[in-house]
């Protein structure tokens, strides 16, 4: 255990593409970790038979499930076998209105969805948009501290899921733009992957470029970030936009795209294979 941690008993639910790493690196900051998923995980910590098993005696519940229905699956295991009193935190990205709903049921809840993809939750260096109580974001730092690098509390209940939003327009908006820009360079002739190094190092640089351009050129399309997930964060984000009675004519025209990808059966892909899309409509 590092010097100076407290440790603290965790009950992990859901441990996927993110959970899994998330929950490794919570175990190796020196906390001890029951986790439970459909089917055993190796994580670093103990494997639980049940919700209800990983969740009994935990001064902290942690979620990181697919989306809505799960998250309302599990909720009902949670409130009915953890203390009271332990801290709630959905590490999902479901829907502002589901956020709001469990911590109407639960007196300690944080919304807590984060960003930097699998690649993020491997390093610990994931950034995290929180919704709750200021005195449980506090009670929640050194949680996040050991998965995530950039971690704010950004309003009450809800709050993290709409800033959520906000990222995944950003995201796959960008993603749609490089599958263009790749797509163009190819067609032209020019070395696209020359192209990319130069975009990366310019104005035109994200993250995506960073850490996915050598991938989608080669066409690999191995997840990371399912496009049926992409898919379910589009209908969140366009609902939220909707809500907030604000147009977002990208956001829509992204929504379109992926539900395209998701149509033509790419759905358990890496968001990246938007490319797909994007290349069939030149094809
Ligand atoms: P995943 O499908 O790999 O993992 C989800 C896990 O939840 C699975 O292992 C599944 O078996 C488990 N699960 C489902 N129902 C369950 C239940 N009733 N009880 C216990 N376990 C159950 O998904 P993921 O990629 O890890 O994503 C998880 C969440 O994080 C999603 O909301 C996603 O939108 C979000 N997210 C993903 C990424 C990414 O790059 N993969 C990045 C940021 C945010």
Not at 84 to 105: E, G, H, K, R
Not at 211 to 223: E, G, H, Q, V, Y
Not at 240 to 253: F, K, N, S
């Given at each position: 255990m590092d010097q100076g941690v407290c440790s603290v008993k965790i009950g992990f639910i859901g441990l996927g593409i993110m959970g899994r790493p998330m929950a490794g690196h919570l175990v190796k900051a020196g906390h001890d970790?029951?986790?439970?998923?459909?089917?055993?995980?190796?994580f670093g910590g103990a494997f639980a038979a049940s919700v209800a098993e990983a969740v009994r005696d935990a001064e902290v519940v942690i979620t990181m499930l697919p989306a809505d229905p799960q998250v309302l699956a599990v909720f009902?295991?949670?409130?009915?076998?953890?203390?009271?009193?332990?801290?709630?935190?959905?590490?999902?990205?479901?829907?502002?209105?589901?956020?709001?709903?469990?911590?109407?049921?639960?007196?300690?809840?944080?919304?807590?969805?984060?960003?930097?993809?699998?690649?993020?939750?491997?390093d610990g260096v994931l950034s995290i948009m929180v919704g709750g109580a200021a005195e449980d974001f506090e009670a929640a730092t050194p949680i996040f501290e050991a998965v995530g690098r950039t971690f704010k509390l950004v309003g009450g209940p809800g709050a993290g899921q709409y800033v959520k939003a906000a990222n995944q327009l950003v995201v796959g908006g960008t993603y749609a733009l490089v599958a263009e820009a790749i797509v163009m360079m190819e067609a032209a002739g020019?070395?696209?992957?020359?192209?990319?190094?130069?975009?990366?190092?310019?104005?035109?640089?994200?993250?995506?470029?960073?850490?996915?351009?050598?991938?989608?050129?080669?066409?690999?399309?191995?997840?990371?970030?399912?496009?049926?997930?992409?898919?379910?964060?589009?209908?969140?984000?366009?609902?939220?936009?909707?809500?907030?009675?604000?147009?977002?004519?990208?956001?829509?025209?992204?929504?379109?795209?992926?539900?395209s990808a998701r149509a033509q059966g790419y759905g358990s892909l890496d968001h990246s294979a938007l490319l797909k899309v994007i290349e069939g409509l030149s094809r």
């Open positions: 970790v029951t986790g439970y998923d459909l089917a055993p995980v190796d009902p295991e949670i409130s009915a076998h953890a203390p009271a009193d332990a801290l709630y935190i959905d590490f999902s990205t479901i829907t502002p209105q589901t956020s709001q709903q469990v911590a109407s049921q639960w007196k300690r809840a944080l919304d807590a969805p984060v960003s930097g993809g699998e690649k993020g939750a491997v020019v070395d696209a992957k020359a192209g990319l190094d130069v975009l990366a190092g310019g104005l035109a640089a994200s993250r995506i470029l960073e850490i996915k351009r050598d991938s989608m050129l080669a066409r690999d399309f191995t997840p990371g970030f399912r496009i049926d997930l992409h898919h379910k964060d589009m209908g969140i984000i366009l609902d939220a936009a909707r809500g907030a009675e604000v147009a977002i004519p990208m956001g829509a025209l992204t929504a379109q795209l992926i539900a």
